[in-house]
Nanobody
Framework: QVRLVESGGGAVQAGASLTLSCKGS????????IGWFRQAPGKAREFVAV????????QYEDSVKGRFTISRESAKNTVYLQMNSLEPEDTAVYSC????????????????????WGQGTQVTVSS
């Protein structure tokens, strides 16, 4: 099991940037692909981005491509989500999740494939 703690959320104006952090504990963090998901009020949880165990592969939801960047720093057991050019539509609770996988497993955008979740951090973007 991996314990995950998100931080870095906040309230910003449209066009601003934020960097979210997902700090993991336990040796399984390094054996896990890490995904970011978000849920806006009244809407279903949606995939945002994912990074592989090694950090060599990433995948993004179409609406954030070119604006968001996911990365991981293994020495710090931390995954980051750099969010630029934020839009009001990005307002949501952002959560990171761990998927324990083999090294060659394909990336998943399905939240059901992730077993460990953080508590989430609120991002609010005003126009």
């Amino acid at each position: 099991q991996v314990r995950l703690v998100e931080s870095g959320g906040g309230a910003v104006q449209a066009g601003a940037s934020l960097t979210l952090s997902c700090k993991g504990s336990g040796y399984m963090f390094g054996r896990s692909a890490i995904g970011w998901f978000r849920q806006a009020p009244g809407k279903a949880r949606e995939f945002v981005a994912v990074i592989s165990r090694s950090g060599s592969s990433t995948q993004y939801e179409d609406s954030v491509k070119g604006r968001f960047t996911i990365s991981r720093e293994s020495a710090k057991n931390t995954v980051y989500l750099q969010m630029n050019s934020l839009e009001p539509e990005d307002t949501a609770v952002y959560s990171c999740a761990a998927r324990h996988t083999i090294l060659t497993a394909p990336l998943s955008v399905n939240s059901n494939d992730y077993s460990d979740w953080g508590q989430g951090t609120q991002v609010t973007v005003s126009s």
